[in-house]
């Protein structure tokens, strides 16, 4: 079985750029989880969605986050515009279903911005 | 959990002998709980989960044992190899249904 796809694994950018990170979770999990890792430090979550829908975003700092998963399958994460302290790796993890089951998690996306 | 930035707790153990990692969490009101292991570049990686109406679950080389009394989380690794060299974290699902990751520890296996 194929494991969450990230894409891409590295990206570096300047401040006031923008960025998107892509994920494909495993197939059949409706639920996809988008984190944060700052270097040093355990995951935050930033984003839920379960199918379409967002489930929760309390986290996400929507003047500059966005995701979206159109089709319940895919997704992306945008950041615009980016700032120093977005440096980070962003994770995306998957489970069959909303918070009963293990999330499993891809390999991530590692933002550096200068 | 806290975060401690960049300095995250460390465990060196000899290679053969057993290793405990411990975690505090802080939601009493939280039902399950998640220990990852996470290897250098790569995402975390599922080890063993516990339900709060448990106090100790085992798998292959692997033991959780969760007191609730102290909220305290411990991983016990049996005969560790060099391969569980990694930070590994303890998660817990709380009342609002969301993961919380705690300050990671990393394990060092000595040769």
């Known amino acids: 079985e194929a494991g969450v796809a990230q894409s891409p694994r590295y990206k570096i950018i300047e401040k006031r750029q923008s960025v998107a990170f892509w994920c494909n979770p495993i197939?059949?999990?409706?639920?996809l989880y988008w984190y944060q890792q700052i270097l040093g430090q355990g995951p935050k979550l930033l984003i839920q969605?379960?199918?379409?829908?967002?489930?929760?975003d309390s986290q996400l700092p929507k003047d500059r986050f966005s995701a979206e998963r159109l089709k319940g399958v895919d997704s992306t994460l945008k950041i615009q515009p980016a700032k120093l302290e977005d440096s980070a790796v962003y994770l995306c993890?998957?489970?069959?279903?909303?918070?009963?089951?293990?999330?499993?998690f891809g390999a991530g996306t590692r933002l550096s911005v200068l | 959990g806290e975060s401690v930035g960049l300095h995250l707790p460390t465990l060196s153990v000899q290679e053969g002998d057993n290793s405990i990692i411990n975690c505090a969490y802080s939601?009493?009101?939280?039902?399950?709980f998640i220990w990852y292991k996470q290897e250098s570049g790569k995402g975390p990686q599922f080890i063993i989960d516990?339900?709060?109406?448990?106090d100790k679950r085992q798998g292959q080389r692997v033991t959780v044992l969760l007191n609730k009394t102290v909220k305290h989380l411990s991983l016990q690794i049996a005969a560790t190899q060099p391969g569980d060299s990694a930070v590994y974290f303890c998660?817990?699902?709380?009342?609002?249904?969301?993961?919380?990751f705690g300050t990671g520890t990393r394990l060092t296996i000595i040769p």
């Open positions: 993890a998957s489970s069959f279903m909303l918070n009963k089951n293990i999330q499993y």
């Open positions: 197939s059949g999990h409706a639920t």
């Open positions: 969605f379960q199918n379409n829908g967002v489930v929760d």
């Open positions: 939601n009493s009101a939280s039902d399950y």
């Open positions: 516990i339900r709060s109406n448990m």
């Open positions: 998660a817990e699902r709380g009342g609002n249904e969301k993961l919380t």
